[in-house]
């Protein structure tokens, strides 16, 4: 059974940091980009940074580049999203998802992902 289990949420002053992981199972991890991905409250979900586990390339939305940093430990098969300088406009439920694609044209998309975990919430008061 595939799981993506995300963890590290809470609440956070503007400028503070947090760091946000998602632990894989079920599936070949060394295989697959795992994506962080956001939803704020009445709004789409929205694509936040990839990192691909068969080379280590790291790809971001530009409103997070600069602040939030993605890594992965193959070995844990564990994706992190580290969160600095937090904005208010961060605040959402951040998802890890599992996509077998690694082209960069494709990562930043919802359906380029098979594998989702349940989400963890994010608040950042300003």
């Known amino acids: 059974e595939v799981q993506l289990v995300e963890s590290g949420g809470g609440l956070v002053r503007a400028g503070g940091s947090l760091r946000l992981s998602c632990a894989a199972s079920?599936?070949?991890?060394?295989?697959?980009?795992l994506g962080w991905f956001r939803q704020a409250p009445g709004k789409e979900r929205e694509w936040v940074s990839s990192i691909s586990s068969k080379d280590g390339r790291t790809y971001y939305a530009d409103s997070v580049k600069g602040r939030f940093t993605i890594s992965s430990d193959n070995a844990k098969s564990a994706v992190y999203l580290q969160i600095n300088d937090a904005d208010p406009e961060d605040t959402a439920s951040y998802y890890c998802?599992?996509?077998?694609?690694?082209?960069?044209?494709?990562?930043?998309?919802?359906?380029?992902?098979?594998?989702w975990g349940q989400g963890t919430p994010v608040t950042v008061s300003s």
């Open positions: 079920g599936f070949t991890f060394e295989d697959y980009t």
């Open positions: 998802a599992g996509s077998y694609s690694s082209f960069p044209a494709l990562i930043h998309l919802r359906t380029a992902y098979t594998y």
